[in-house]
């Protein structure tokens, strides 16, 4: 049982440090609202959503007044909706889209993940209709997220899916040209997606989740780094690697530790189960939020200089480590991001060129998602970006883990030039994509890379 006076020691993390629950995440479950119509089943989401959500803010505003703790996102995530609509035309996902929007607005929610669809083992025709839809459903909507699982260690990587997917990509960016084609940062593509992911672009509320469920994002790269600051500033002998992995270990148990508390009670006020906590460092544009500042801290003096994807490994399992030891419910992610826009250290060096999209992809190797909220040239080919999701998934793939892409092609814009998505979208430099136009051949293949041999493993 967690009790309050376990958060008293975490006082400073919050009011000096940047300790914030990052998202409370309500999952609603969408299944029983497919109607005869797809006007009925928009009419029964809405109405879905308003029942069980509908006090949703009000207690996470509660929660934040008595614990002190702030609570950045209110979010919703759903089923996933190519599962309810089956046998809709890409207009008709359109509709639903709006309707998701709508109920997010009316309910004061930030964002609202799940206009989503599983297409790991192949194509269906619910499947080519919402990819026909992802251009205008997300150049359209303000709240609504999208994203696609293309692939698992079990099944393989679905390259139809892959092709189809980054030429929606493109499209979606250049129906948002003003806005630096924002609507492709609320899109992400996975490998191995989690289904009790609290975090934006990704969360989707899976199909052997209950019906309602909490989930907790709490997320703490400030107090990792004043903790890193502190331990190195102590007289004596500096410490090693592992008492730093050491000073992680137990910030992180911390960190959870609080999150739980406030989960908990957000569940209960709600009259829900609470479902995990995910302790993933995720950062924001604000100064002293930032993972790349811990990498800094670690020992590399530019973050993409050798050492760096040891340091992000380290980092990533001493998160992993104390949250666990905190928590019998820890999920979704729960480990380092490497957001580049939205992290000001991670821009910094995308910008001065120490930290490349080649050397971003081998840390990906060692975090917890991927190639994230990455901005490449608004002329990359759907060919290239096709490429490019393949070699990030296929280190999921091979490695049983987690990984994805949410890259934006800034339309108008090339590598060097900047672009601003505002709030915690951030900005950044537009990455560039070496080897750009030498991968149409690759993507013309399409079909499936098989699932490696250790998937067979009982």
């Not at 006076?5 to 995440?25: G, N, P």
């Amino acid at each position: 049982m967690v009790r309050s006076d376990q958060i008293l020691s975490t006082v400073a993390m919050i009011q000096e440090e940047k300790l914030d629950v990052r998202a409370v995440t309500l999952g609603v479950s969408l299944l029983e609202c497919r109607g005869a119509t797809p006007r009925a089943t928009a009419d029964a989401v809405r109405a879905r959503l308003e029942q069980v959500a509908g006090r949703l803010v009000p207690v996470c505003d509660r929660a934040s007044e008595r614990f002190g703790v702030p609570i950045t996102n209110k979010r919703l995530a759903v089923t996933p909706v190519a599962h309810i609509a089956a046998g809709f035309s890409a207009d008709d996902f359109v509709l639903l889209a709006h309707a998701l929007d709508d109920a997010a607005g009316a309910l004061g929610v930030d964002l609202l993940g799940g206009y989503s669809a599983n297409l790991e083992n192949g194509m269906s025709r619910a499947g080519d209709a919402w990819i026909d839809s992802l251009p205008e459903a997300l150049s359209t909507t303000q709240r609504v997220c999208a994203s696609a699982q293309v692939g698992t260690t079990r099944h393989g990587l679905n390259m139809d899916a892959v092709v189809r997917i980054a030429d929606a990509i493109v499209l979606t960016a250049a129906r948002t040209a003003d806005s630096g084609g924002f609507a492709a940062a609320k899109f992400v593509v996975f490998m191995n997606q989690p289904d009790d992911n609290p975090f934006m672009a990704g969360a989707i509320h899976g199909v052997g989740q209950p019906d309602a469920v909490v989930n907790i994002g709490v997320s703490g790269p400030g107090v990792i780094a004043r903790a890193i600051e502190r331990r190195l500033a102590e007289p004596g002998s500096p410490p090693k690697l592992q008492d730093l992995a050491e000073e992680i270990k137990r910030t992180s148990f911390r960190v959870t530790r609080t999150g739980e508390l406030i989960g908990r009670y957000v569940a209960e006020q709600l009259e829900l189960p609470f479902g995990n906590v995910d302790l993933s460092l995720a950062p924001t544009p604000d100064v002293g939020d930032s993972v790349g500042e811990i990498i800094r801290l670690l020992g590399v003096d530019a973050i993409g200089a050798p050492g760096s994807t040891a340091i992000v490994a380290m980092l990533n399992d001493a998160v992993k480590k104390g949250g666990a030891f905190a928590s019998s419910s820890v999920g979704g992610l729960s480990g380092a991001f490497l957001p580049v826009c939205e992290d000001q250290e991670l821009a910094r060096a995308a910008a001065d060129g120490s930290l490349t999209l080649e050397k971003l992809e081998a840390m990906t190797a060692v975090c917890s998602v991927g190639l994230d909220m990455i901005a490449i040239p608004g002329d990359t080919d759907a060919a290239t970006l096709t490429g490019l999701i393949a070699d990030e998934l296929a280190i999921g793939l091979i490695n049983n883990k987690t990984t994805a892409v949410r890259a934006i092609p800034v339309p108008g814009k090339a590598a060097g030039d900047y672009v601003a998505f505002g709030g915690l979208f951030g900005e950044s430099v537009i990455m560039p994509v070496r080897g750009a136009g030498k991968s149409s051949r690759f993507a013309a293949f399409g079909g499936k890379i098989p699932a490696p041999l250790h998937s067979l493993r009982n």
